[in-house]
T-cell receptor, first 111, second 115 residues
């Protein structure tokens, strides 16, 4: 079936460096993608989203890139800070208001 | 947590008991969802409701029940038929058709442990 997955389960970066978290999706009909951040013991927080008619969207310190040719989504975090340490996961919307979630990547920021 | 509250934060259940998890939202969202999250895994959909007095089974509905009597409330009951209920339960809501976003906003979660 259709699925959303992540390439790297754990990413360790030095404080101040840029982070890149990747996500592959398989449903070419998906038209909306979301990145969430989840800290331990808390609910997921919305970070940024992108629609399929765009290939890049920027927020505060975060950028999402969408490559529809290879069905790839990435989240870039600039100047990573200790507070960025969390699990990040992507989600795709391909049928009404239903989201399919990836398994998540744990980002660890070293001081 | 975007106007979505879940209670309790921690819940302990004895085997054979039913327990009900609360989810309330003041975002005026039409659609609400319940997910289950197990350690190191993604979210799995239990039930969802697109409108008051209507709800649909998700991917793992067995052993769970819901109701949607009010727009702002979507309680989840974990019944004794659920064989492995220990997990982190997340409630979410969204407002379909608001002209641009289908983002689901999540509550803080309830961690259920079976003793």
């Amino acid at each position: 079936g259709e699925s959303v997955g992540l390439h790297l389960p754990t990413l360790s970066v030095q404080e101040g460096d840029n982070s890149i978290i990747n996500c592959a999706y398989s449903n070419s009909a998906s038209d909306y993608f979301i990145w969430y951040k989840q800290e331990s013991g808390k609910g997921p927080q919305f970070i940024i989203d992108i629609r399929s008619n765009m290939d890049k969207r920027q927020g505060q310190r975060v950028t999402v890139l969408l490559n529809k040719t290879v069905k790839h989504l990435s989240l870039q975090i600039a100047a990573t800070q200790p507070g960025d340490s969390a699990v990040y996961f992507c989600a795709e919307n391909n049928a009404g208001n239903m989201l399919t979630f990836g398994g998540g990547t744990r980002l660890m920021v070293k001081p | 947590d975007g106007g979505i509250t879940q209670s309790p934060k921690y819940l302990f259940r004895k085997e054979g008991q039913n327990v009900t998890l609360s989810c309330e939202q003041n975002l005026n969202h039409d659609a609400m969802y319940w997910y289950r999250q197990d350690p190191g895994q993604g979210l799995r959909l239990i039930y969802y409701s697109q409108i008051v007095n209507d709800f649909q089974k998700g991917d793992i509905a067995e052993g769970y029940s819901v109701s949607r009597e009010k727009k702002e409330s979507f309680p989840l009951t974990v019944t004794s038929a659920q064989k492995n209920p220990t997990a982190f339960y997340l409630c979410a809501s969204t407002n379909p058709g608001t002209g641009g976003t289908d983002t689901q906003y999540f509550g803080p979660g309830t961690r259920l442990t079976v003793l």
